[in-house]
């Protein structure tokens, strides 16, 4: 059972990249074996595989962050610090990932910092 929970956390490219490795080793064993029509269609599924691959890693690489202006961050910084200050951290996480579009990783991880600024002063 931990095989296949841990196959279903693998990217999607990652698994498209298993897939194509194997079939252009069915390929190349194919044509080395004399076999060229069936070698030549395995290989080039493999390499289709690979472009696919290429295709979701680079869609899995792309940040849903948004542009903000500095003065819309300074901004938001100021409401950061009076929700910390209200005991309200989940709702100030909230806000900036609303306001940035940053995952709730990397939203917790700002409002901790701040909080951690806010204890050092």
């Known amino acids: 059972m931990k095989l296949g929970k ?5 990217k ?11 079939y252009l080793f069915l390929g190349i064993m194919n044509l080395t074996d004399k076999k060229y029509f069936p070698g030549a269609t395995i290989t080039f599924i493999g390499g289709v595989f690979i472009v696919v691959s290429i295709i979701h ?7 849903n962050q948004i542009e903000v202006p500095d003065t819309v961050l300074k901004n938001m910084d100021i409401e950061l610090r009076d929700l910390i200050a209200e005991g309200k951290k989940k709702e100030a996480i909230y806000q900036y990932r609303i306001v940035t579009g940053l995952s709730i990783k990397e939203a917790e991880e700002y409002v901790d ?9």
Request: hydrophobic share 45%; glycine share 4%; net charge positive.
């Open 6 to 10: 841990a196959i279903m956390k693998l």
């Open 113 to 121: 910092l701040i909080i951690e600024e806010n204890s050092n002063k």
């Open 57 to 63: 890693y680079k869609k899995d690489k792309k940040s």
């Open 12 to 22: 999607t490219w990652v698994l498209y990249l298993i897939a194509a490795a194997g």
